[in-house]
C-alpha cells in the first residue's frame, strides 16, 4: 500500500516563497509520473505541475514561478512556490498513478 504525505504549507505574504513536500511510503514501489493538484474553496481541482522521466510541465498559471523536482533516493516530490500570489491560495495535493495525499494549505495573504 502507497500513501503519499504532503508538508510545507503556510501562510505566506504575496511575493513570498514556499517549498511543498510529499513524501511517498511504501515499500516495493518505484516512484512513477507524479504531479502536483491544488483546489480552491469554490473552484476545481487544477493540475499544477507534473514530473516525468525526461521533463516537467506546468500549468500557465505557475509558469516560471514555480518548480517541480523529485529525490528518488528519499522518495519525496517537491514543489518550489516563487512569487505567490494571492490566487495561489489553495490546498495543494500531490498524485501519483491513484494515489492521493490529504492535501496541505497554502495561503497567501497580507
Known amino acids: 500500500q502507497v500513501q503519499l504525505v504532503e508538508s510545507g504549507g503556510g501562510l505566506v505574504q504575496p511575493g513570498g516563497s514556499l517549498t511543498l513536500s510529499c513524501l511517498v511510503m511504501g515499500d516495493g514501489y518505484t516512484l512513477n509520473i507524479m504531479r502536483w493538484y491544488r483546489q480552491a474553496p469554490g473552484k476545481e481541482r487544477e493540475r499544477v505541475a507534473t514530473?516525468?522521466?525526461?521533463?516537467?510541465h506546468y500549468a500557465d498559471s505557475v509558469k516560471g514561478r514555480f518548480t517541480v523536482s523529485r529525490d528518488n533516493n528519499k522518495r519525496t516530490l517537491y514543489l518550489q512556490m516563487n512569487k505567490l500570489r494571492h490566487e495561489d491560495t489553495a490546498i495543494y495535493y500531490c498524485n501519483m498513478d491513484d494515489f492521493w495525499g490529504p492535501g496541505t494549505q497554502v495561503t497567501v495573504s497580507s
Open positions: 514530473i516525468v522521466f525526461d521533463g516537467t
